[in-house]
């Protein structure tokens, strides 16, 4: 546990040791008081900071989308694990910071942002808590690591969706179509699984108490089979590119597919299927 001084504290113990020094000096019983006093406090208010930051139970909930290099919102949720509460406990990442007034028996939560450089799975997140309670002149400083697991997905770069148009079949890859939207036609009513919004249908989900979307049979979009020999650049490059291309076909309506090395994953469309693929593209 760190201690970082303020401009108030240095003040008040630069007039500690004045006093300390005049009382030295005269032998006055006053200042001596005095002097004992500051310094009883300046103890006091240690041993509270010790105690404001220790016993703090800290959870981080992701969101579904985090991606390499760019800022995230995390739920940070805090609890006391003693039967004192902590107050003014602040809490900082790489990029971001935020404050709980106080944490005591009850979760309480706050937002904070996140910045991963790599790809991959995460399994432990620092955070630092600091506090400048009781006194306003003193702040430690607590750095911790929370258990998290979670996959960072590759930074999407921008890539052309022409492009896509040289895959040939026997890669695995269909021929990529005209973006010219086709004739769609209704073919079933089902579950939610992870769909664009827009194909939800409304009326009869509020009929029967659950989520359910259309199956539109979309002619024009054959399915897109991504692979790494469908970009250019290195590994990582080429990683990035094609999580640019899965987000942009998924949202499209596209049923989209993968296949790296000795992992496929079959074509299809919604929400759920993108996040298969980024994380398949995150671990690769």
């Known amino acids: 546990m760190k201690v970082k001084i303020k401009r108030s504290g240095t003040i008040f113990i630069g007039v500690t040791v ?37 016993g703090i139970e800290l959870r981080l909930i992701p969101p579904a989308e985090v991606y390499a290099n760019r800022r995230t919102t995390f739920r940070v949720i805090a609890k006391k694990k003693r039967r004192l509460p902590s107050f003014l406990i602040k809490l900082s990442s790489e990029v971001d910071n935020t404050l709980f007034p106080v944490i005591d028996s009850r979760e309480r939560e706050e937002h904070l942002a996140f910045l991963f450089r790599n790809r991959g799975v995460v399994r432990k997140t620092r955070i630092t808590l600091s506090s400048d309670f009781p006194l306003g002149m003193f702040v430690r400083y607590l750095e911790v690591e929370i258990d998290t697991n979670f996959v960072v997905f590759p930074a999407p770069l921008k890539a052309p969706l022409q492009f896509i148009s040289s895959g040939s079949p026997d890669k695995g890859s269909s021929p990529y179509p005209t973006l010219v939207r086709g004739y769609e036609e209704l073919r079933s009513i089902k579950g939610y699984s992870g769909e664009p919004m827009k194909l939800i249908h409304w009326k009869l989900s509020a009929k029967r108490g659950e989520l359910l979307v259309r199956e539109m049979l979309d002619e024009e979009k054959k399915p897109v089979v991504l692979s790494l020999d469908m970009v250019s650049g290195d590994l990582e490059t080429k990683l990035s590119k094609l999580a640019y291309l899965t987000i942009e076909l998924i949202n499209m309506g596209y049923p989209v597919g993968l296949k790296v090395g000795d992992k496929e994953v079959p074509p299809q469309r919604g929400n759920l299927q993108k996040l298969r693929i980024l994380r398949e593209l995150a671990l690769y």
């Open 18 to 54: 004045f006093l300390g020094v005049a009382a030295a000096n005269t032998g006055n019983n006053l200042l001596y008081i005095l002097v004992s006093s500051m310094l009883a406090l300046m103890l006091v208010s240690g041993v509270s900071s010790m105690l404001n930051l220790k």
